[in-house]
């Protein structure tokens, strides 16, 4: 059943590198998983990481700035499913932000059915080539746009940051094809995610 699936692409972000080392050594042996990079932070490095398309994104969630700690999925783009990596006490209510939780006693077993069972819960992206579907969140911020809101509004409006709302945009620009903010509003409008009269 696994066997016929591409391999899960995971982006780690965690500051230690001894927890770093270690989690890619219980991960290296599994067929399903491929570490496709690391990073230390999260904020710093956003775009990279959306660059790199990854299926699933492991984070401790300590190292996330107190302001996105309630909203830390708005700073990766396509809704990649987050795991948190614990071995201090994090607050429930941030932990809810997460799919599953990997905790510093975990065995190797339990690391893998706990990234498996994120997995098998995950709506499978198309194989276009570079997953055409807007996301509900690119699809608010595209509204927002059709609206003549600026950057700085948008990113007021959804309580994300201004870095945050230009990945989001370029993603649009790419999977609709369109550059132009006329277009946009003309492609909002046409798929129903804007009525005419909304628009400035």
């Known amino acids: 059943m696994v066997s016929s699936r591409k391999r899960y692409r995971i982006v780690i972000i965690e500051p230690s590198a001894l927890i770093t080392?270690?989690?890619?050594?219980?991960?290296?042996?599994?067929k399903e998983f491929d570490i496709i990079a690391v990073f230390a932070d999260c904020c710093h490095s956003a775009e990279h990481i959306n660059d790199l398309r990854p299926d699933l994104i492991i984070l401790n969630p300590l190292i996330v700035d107190f302001k996105y700690r309630h909203c830390v999925e708005d700073l990766f783009v396509?809704?990649?499913?987050?795991?948190?990596?614990?071995?201090?006490y994090v607050e429930p209510e941030t932990l809810r932000h997460y799919r599953a939780v990997i905790d510093i006693e975990d065995d190797r077993s339990k690391i893998v059915r706990k990234l498996l069972q994120v997995m098998e819960?995950?709506?499978?992206?198309?194989?276009?080539?570079?997953?055409?579907?807007?996301?509900?969140?690119?699809?608010?911020?595209?509204?927002?746009?059709?609206?003549?809101?600026?950057?700085?509004?948008?990113?007021?409006?959804?309580?994300?940051?201004?870095?945050?709302?230009?990945?989001?945009r370029k993603n649009i620009s790419r999977k609709t094809g369109i550059k132009s903010v006329a277009g946009l509003t003309v492609f909002a409008i046409l798929n129903n995610l804007i009525d005419i009269n909304e628009v400035e």
């Open 21 to 30: 080392a270690g989690l890619q050594e219980l991960v290296k042996g599994e």
């Open 121 to 168: 819960t995950v709506t499978p992206r198309p194989d276009l080539p570079e997953g055409n579907e807007l996301s509900d969140r690119e699809k608010e911020i595209l509204v927002s746009v059709a609206k003549g809101m600026i950057n700085k509004e948008i990113a007021e409006q959804h309580h994300i940051s201004i870095h945050t709302v230009i990945s989001h």
């Open 78 to 88: 396509g809704n990649v499913p987050l795991v948190a990596l614990v071995y201090q």
